[in-house]
């Protein structure tokens, strides 16, 4: 897909997502087992390796409509009824009709709303999936399960004060100062992780696996994880976009410890601290348990997990053609150009 009206509107359709999408442990999740006792009960069709451990290679696709956090709605209910599920899904499947001029993602994204809002994609664009995230036989209303309230435990000297619709908050002054999604570097809201989120679109991942390391290819913006296995982190000082990660089994699950983020991209703002640790499980022979858990004591009051199902796909992935006749970026920072002049006329 080619990258216009995201690369502009990026980090504003990404906030009002998390909105609409957030973590306790499966076992603190009523009704839900431990993901091991999942997998232990399935285990008889867990495809494996030659080397014995669960093969996890495939692609994968990670869509839902289950929001980062739990809505108001659901307040002290981490799963709900299908028959439940079924009304909130028609709901946020409704509201967020981007070819319905009426809706607000259409404001929400910024790009106005009412019959004469202008936007860049429509639906055929879109894949948010159109249910719940279902673990365990049951429906989850938040991707957060820890804490068991299903909200981001921030500090309050780190939350930050809601900012108008399309005001992008960052210069356009130069390229260099625009988001990361605008220039094609990494996709928006923390696609490619980690830990790695369910967007807009273009949610499908290819894991492929050796003994000595695992891949993951990111269908947004063809970003590219490597997993090193049973190795070390490099120096501090050593840092990277989607940071360093070092793998190693326990037991049937793969669990990933990632340190070393590059500054420009740690999740939610996070600091030079910042370590998530992700455990895949292959439950089953379509569905991967993903489970990530956010430490950073300068930004949170404590660790926070998140937990969801990535669920195999057909595929193939696409090449994300981001730069291929992008626009925005000229757009942008000629626009404001245009107004700079205007301003000096007045």
Request: a negative charge.
């Amino acid at each position: 897909m080619s990258y216009r009206f995201l690369a502009s509107k990026g980090a504003l359709a990404a906030g009002a997502l998390a909105a609409i999408i957030t973590v306790p442990l499966a076992a603190q999740v009523p009704g839900a087992a431990p993901a091991s006792k999942v997998a232990k009960a399935k285990s008889g069709i867990v495809p494996r390796t030659a080397d014995g451990h669960p093969d996890l290679q495939g692609i994968w696709t990670n869509a839902t409509l289950t929001p980062l956090q739990r809505p108001d709605e659901f307040a002290g209910k981490a799963t709900v009824s299908d028959a439940e599920a079924a009304v909130y899904e028609k709901h946020d499947l409704t509201t967020n009709d981007i070819d319905n001029p009426e809706a607000p993602l259409l404001a929400r994204a910024g790009s106005g709303s009412g019959p004469t809002a202008v936007g860049g994609y429509n639906n055929l664009f879109i894949d948010r999936g159109s249910e719940l995230a279902r673990v365990d036989g049951v429906k989850r209303t938040s991707l957060i399960i820890d804490p068991p309230n299903g909200k981001m435990p921030m500090r309050a000297d780190r939350i930050r004060p809601q900012r108008p619709p399309g005001d992008a908050a960052i210069t356009v002054d130069d390229v260099k100062l625009r988001p990361l999604s605008e220039r094609c570097i990494v996709g928006f809201g923390s696609t490619s992780g980690p830990p790695m989120m369910p967007v807009l679109y273009n949610n499908n991942y290819q894991i492929v696996q050796t003994p000595d390391a695992i891949m993951i290819l990111v269908e947004m913006v063809h970003d590219v994880r490597i997993i090193r296995m049973n190795g070390t982190h490099k120096p501090e000082n050593v840092t990277a976009w989607l940071g360093d990660s070092i793998g190693h089994w326990e037991g049937d699950t793969l669990v990933v410890e990632t340190t070393n983020f590059h500054e420009g991209n740690r999740f939610g703002g996070g600091s030079a601290k910042m370590r998530v640790t992700e455990r895949f499980q292959r439950v089953d022979a379509a569905t991967i348990l993903y489970r990530a858990t956010i430490d950073d004591p300068t930004v949170y009051t404590q660790p926070w997990t998140i937990e969801y199902p990535f669920v195999a796909t057909p595929g193939p992935i696409y090449e994300y053609a981001c730069h291929e006749g992008n626009y925005a970026i000229t757009d942008i920072l000629g626009g404001a150009r245009k107004i700079e002049e205007e301003s000096g006329k007045k």
